[in-house]
């Protein structure tokens, strides 16, 4: 069974900063890539940037250079730090872990978690 949780996301006020979590846990030999989502009110989840296993990390145009993905594959973690934040970006943030267990290679979703941007 493999678990994938988020975590750090709150209520932050114009141009500040949060830094968001994502760990995945269980059974499975690797982590081939970790994506993270937004999904902003009556909107559909959007992709907004990710990290594949060996690689550099990927953004959507519009929060390249506000928003920095890292990892810790040691501990199965990757991190979304988010600064300079607007309130457009009030939004639940999912993690999206694709990963390998045998044979199988599945993408796997964490809850969300909210955040908030506004004074």
């Known amino acids: 069974q493999v678990q994938v949780v988020e975590s750090g996301g709150g209520l932050v006020q114009p141009g500040g900063s949060l830094r968001l979590s994502c760990v995945a846990s269980g059974s499975f030999s690797s982590i081939s890539r970790m994506d993270w989502y937004q999904q902003r009110p009556g909107k559909q989840r959007e992709w907004i940037a990710g990290?594949?296993?060996?690689?550099?990390?990927v953004y959507l145009d519009s929060v390249k250079g506000r928003f920095t993905v890292s990892e810790d594959t040691a501990k199965n973690t990757v991190f979304l730090q988010m600064n300079n934040l607007k309130p457009e970006d009030t939004a639940v943030y999912y993690c999206n872990a694709l990963i390998k267990a045998g044979f199988f290679e599945d993408h796997h979703w964490g809850q969300g978690t909210q955040v908030t941007v506004s004074s």
């Open positions: 990290i594949a296993s060996g690689a550099g990390a």
